[in-house]
């Protein structure tokens, strides 16, 4: 088994093809909720206009065409809300790889010698595109991937600042000239677009995750073979139709999806594609990590995490618990950058205990196009079972439920917002990421303690600071081992920042001035005998 197959079966990524076996329904053993049958009708509607209007593409995209599994087998996408079928996609593998990364080649022999300004102007005119088709973009995440409408609409405008972003810093990657230390020399470093560029995104950000990576790619001048997850790929094709109706050049943007292990192996075998850049698990990092080395590609990872959230007794309760709020529930506790740890002062343990207690209570649960309703689906019956396992863990060791901590009556994998008490850093639940909706409260009595207890892990991706005292504020954030750090607010990335993590939470950043160097190889050129 190759390093991508290893890390697609460690990722539990589910593609079954159609010929072999379908998708399991995920309706577990419970009664749908009354709406149920209205709520697939609207979503059976939408699917309809969404294909009407060009949108909702069923297809892969290589070398600038449409097109099928070779063999012509297909995945199911479901709507993780309903678990009904919203299409089926192509099970695609290492054949149709190897052409959409020929194709990328072939495209990047002309696109990386278009000017900066005209590579801008596309980006540009891709930003346009998504913004006004970010209702039907923002529907279609909502519908695959589960997330409340808003939410899933501020996907859309959050995911298209990065292609806004980078469009403007293509006509600003700038060399260098160094003073030469002999006479007769001039000495220029150039940058230059590093080549064709595998990004492999995750479920949990169906469009920003792929805009991230693909916007400054796009920007110096690479081209791009995409793989979204197998869960969610139909915002990723959405937004590949876009590119193309942008006047992005065939060849420059490819889609593929489906056997996970083959596609990842043909990514990493092929010395055509110079660099790996992939969002998820830090068990699938570190395999795609390991082989990126026979052909000694770049590589960017991010990663997963494990956040701490620090409230100080100086802390404004209400700022502490919006922002906790934020940074844990946003899209069902399902983020890499999510409160996973909530790290509370003795002092104002009670008090922001039932706070946070009384805002989660009035939560509304629901299918993300409901009005009203913050918190949806987790994305399968597996997470689910993850979230409940990590619960169980923490009771038996003597955490306290303070609200929720079971499966929500909607059924399917729709999970309560769930708040615990008398959290250990020893529980399951403190050492992982339990990627859904469950903040555990862990007390410390000193700034100390605090930092020691944040620390304790081997992920470095984000972390959150609630406190009004300023010399607090610099020494607890130089502390941290971590890459991002959010000083009472829960909602930090922004595409003008650079994100990423230390230590196992990944390499390399993306966003910002920063991440269009992820991109970009340094070519030093000497002009010697200068004086003649």
Not at 110 to 131: C, P, Q
Not at 232 to 245: N, R
Not at 446 to 453: D, H, S, V, Y
């Amino acid at each position: 088994m190759g390093m991508a197959g290893v890390a697609a079966r460690s990722a539990k990524l589910s593609t079954i093809c159609r010929s072999a076996a379908h998708l399991p329904s995920m309706r577990a053993s419970y009664s749908s909720p009354p709406l149920s049958r209205q709520i697939t009708m609207a979503a059976q509607s939408l699917a309809a206009r969404l294909k009407t209007s060009g949108l909702l593409r069923s297809q892969g995209l290589i070398g600038g065409k449409w097109v099928d599994a070779y063999d012509g087998k297909t995945i199911k996408v479901h709507n993780p809300a309903t678990g009904e079928v919203i299409t089926e996609v192509p099970c695609m593998g290492s054949r149709e790889t190897k052409d959409a990364i020929s194709s990328a080649y072939d495209a990047f022999q002309s696109w990386s010698k278009v000017t900066a300004a005209e590579r801008s102007r596309h980006l540009r005119k891709w930003y346009d595109l998504l913004i006004s088709h970010k209702e039907e973009l923002g529907q279609l995440i909502t519908l695959e991937q589960g997330k409340p409408l808003k939410e899933a609409i501020g996907e859309v405008g959050y995911g298209a600042s990065f292609i806004e972003f980078f469009s403007e810093e293509a006509k600003r990657v700038y060399g260098d000239i160094i003073p030469a230390p002999l006479a007769g020399r001039r000495l220029f470093v150039l940058k230059q677009p590093v080549g064709v560029v595998g990004a492999i995104a995750p479920w949990n950000f169906p469009l920003a995750m792929i805009t991230r990576k693909v916007g400054p790619a796009l920007a110096c001048g690479c081209t791009v073979v995409i793989k979204p997850s197998e869960h969610t790929p139909l915002t990723a094709l959405a937004a590949a139709e876009l590119s193309l109706q942008a006047g992005i050049p065939p060849g420059a943007v490819n889609v593929v999806m489906g056997k996970a292990s083959d596609i990842g192996d043909s990514l990493l075998e092929s010395s055509q594609v110079r660099k790996i850049t992939f969002t998820g698990s830090t068990a699938v990092g570190k395999k795609l990590m390991a082989g990126a080395a026979a052909t000694v590609k770049k590589v960017s990872l991010e990663l997963g995490g494990n956040a701490p959230c620090i409230v100080f007794d100086d802390a404004d309760v209400d700022v502490a618990v919006k922002g906790t709020l934020a940074a844990k529930f946003r899209n069902s506790g399902q983020t890499c950058v999510c409160a996973n740890r909530v790290l509370v002062q003795e002092g104002i343990y009670e008090k922001f205990a039932t706070a946070l207690s009384k805002a989660v209570q009035n939560m509304q649960v629901g299918d993300g196009f409901s009005e009203g309703v913050v918190q949806g689906p987790l994305i399968n019956e597996a997470l689910l079972h993850k979230v409940e396992s990590f619960v169980e863990d923490a009771i038996s060791k003597g955490a306290k439920i303070l609200l929720g901590g079971r499966r929500h009556s909607l059924g399917r994998t729709f999970y309560e917002p769930t708040v615990m008490g008398d959290v250990t850093s020893e529980m399951l639940i403190s050492r992982e990421e339990v990627f859904g909706p469950v903040a555990p409260l862990l007390r410390f009595r000193t700034e100390e303690e605090a930092i020691r207890m944040a620390n304790d892990t081997n992920a470095g991706l984000a972390a959150y600071v609630f406190t009004s005292n300023v010399q607090r504020t610099w020494r607890v954030t130089e502390a941290l081992e971590y890459g991002l750090v959010g000083v009472n607010e829960g909602l930090i990335s922004t595409e003008v920042a650079p994100f990423g993590g230390v230590k196992q939470s990944g390499l390399g950043r993306e966003g910002s001035k920063y991440g269009i160097d992820e991109y970009l190889e340094l070519k030093y050129v000497c002009l010697g005998n200068m004086e003649h």
